[in-house]
């Protein structure tokens, strides 16, 4: 048999058609991807662009609306403000001092708890910071209902000292001595140890504790919240928890007013605090519905009959800021000793005394924290 040989005419044709076929086919690969790169980034373009377009006009056309946060700001400490948790509001949660509502005479170092057992704010007669009449005075006098209920100085008591007993804000039980004031005995018992290694593990979980309570007792007061957290980041025996332990006797204080979680009342039988009036509910039913249209002596045997224990002129500042025959048992109520020698102080509350009687006052020269 005979085989037929290529011929080199043939094979040369066909490596060239093969070649060119290659050649045809890279450049329409080529030529396809920069289409479909031209392609894809005319639909970037195009869809930026309308993104572009269309949130100007959304943000001309229908602007957002100020957070909540922000805009729901309070203008003014009223009864609906206090009663509740904490708000969720950006000046109260993110800065050390938060601004009070606009209209309210002085600035608050912590948020103010509300009170809801208290009976001269719930029955709907008295607003949570009830004292309004006179400006000079009202902001000193509205500060003391945020840690001492109504009764204490406005109903009638025969004992000297007062009987009196701290209850909780959350159920309205008699309770123990606030956390706060607890935690600045064992600050005060504790001086800053001289040499290394200074605090001990012990000391740790017990200031942590103590803080912890208050930070659940304030309703989670953010200055307490980032001082436990302090307390709680660094190693007993390191410089940083020597650092926070210290920052912890300021911040204490700072938190004691409206941060308890407790309020003084006068004390009852079997040790429970007395929150209003007893006996009274039918007389404020009447009140609250007959009391505005009320006038002259029947006005009077209304109120008489919702007050029937009602000092006839609350309790003054020296009856109880003074060392000796004082009407409140400060010790006895576990208040440490610092604490006391501040709340007996005469000069800030003879400054008050004067201002309310318009008589020419001096500013007292007082220092920031406990004396030596």
């Known amino acids: ?44 373009i195009l869809y930026a662009s309308w993104q572009s377009v269309s949130y100007l006009i959304t943000q001309l056309m229908t602007p957002p609306r100020t957070p909540a946060q922000i805009a729901q700001l309070p203008r003014r ?14 000046g109260l949660a993110a800065v050390e001092n938060p601004r009070t509502p606009l209209a309210h005479f002085h600035r608050f170092d912590t948020w103010l708890q509300s009170d809801p057992r208290n009976d001269c704010t719930r029955s709907g007669c008295h607003a949570p910071l009830p004292h309004s009449e006179r400006k000079e005075v009202r902001a000193f006098l509205n500060m003391h209902a945020t840690s001492i209920q109504c009764g204490v100085c406005h109903v009638q008591s025969d004992a000297t000292p007062l009987e009196l007993t701290w209850y909780s804000v959350s159920d309205g039980r008699a309770s123990e001595p606030p956390a706060l004031l607890r935690a600045i005995a064992w600050l005060d018992t504790h001086p800053t140890p001289a040499a290394a290694p200074s605090w001990t593990a012990d000391d740790q979980r017990t200031l942590l504790g103590l803080v912890g309570d208050a930070v659940r007792q304030s309703d ?45 009342a006068l004390r009852g039988g079997a040790d429970r605090p007395i929150l209003g009036h007893p006996g009274t509910a039918g007389a404020i039913r009447d009140w609250l519905a007959n009391g505005a249209a009320a006038t002259g002596q029947q006005r009077e045997n209304m109120l008489r009959a919702v007050h029937p224990r009602k000092r006839e002129t609350p309790l003054d500042c020296g009856a109880c800021h003074r060392e000796q025959g004082s009407l409140i048992d400060f010790a006895r109520l576990g208040y440490p000793e610092t604490r006391r020698r501040e709340l007996h102080e005469p000069a800030i509350f003879r400054m008050i005394e004067h201002i309310s009687k318009g008589e020419p006052f001096h500013l007292p020269d007082i220092g920031v924290g406990p004396r030596p």
């Open 1 to 44: 048999m005979s085989s037929a040989k290529p011929t080199p005419g043939r094979d040369s044709m066909l490596t060239r058609v093969g070649r060119f076929a290659l050649r045809a086919l890279r450049a329409a690969g080529a030529e396809l991807i920069r289409r479909g790169y031209a392609a894809a980034l005319m639909a970037v």
């Open 77 to 90: 400490v009223d009864e609906a403000l206090l009663h509740g948790h904490r708000p969720d509001w950006t």
């Open 220 to 264: 989670d007061d953010p200055t307490l919240v980032r001082l436990a957290a302090h307390l709680d980041a660094f190693r007993a025996g390191s410089s940083g928890f020597a650092d926070a332990v210290e920052e912890a006797r300021i911040v204490v204080r700072r938190a004691l007013r409206g941060a308890y979680g407790t309020k003084l």
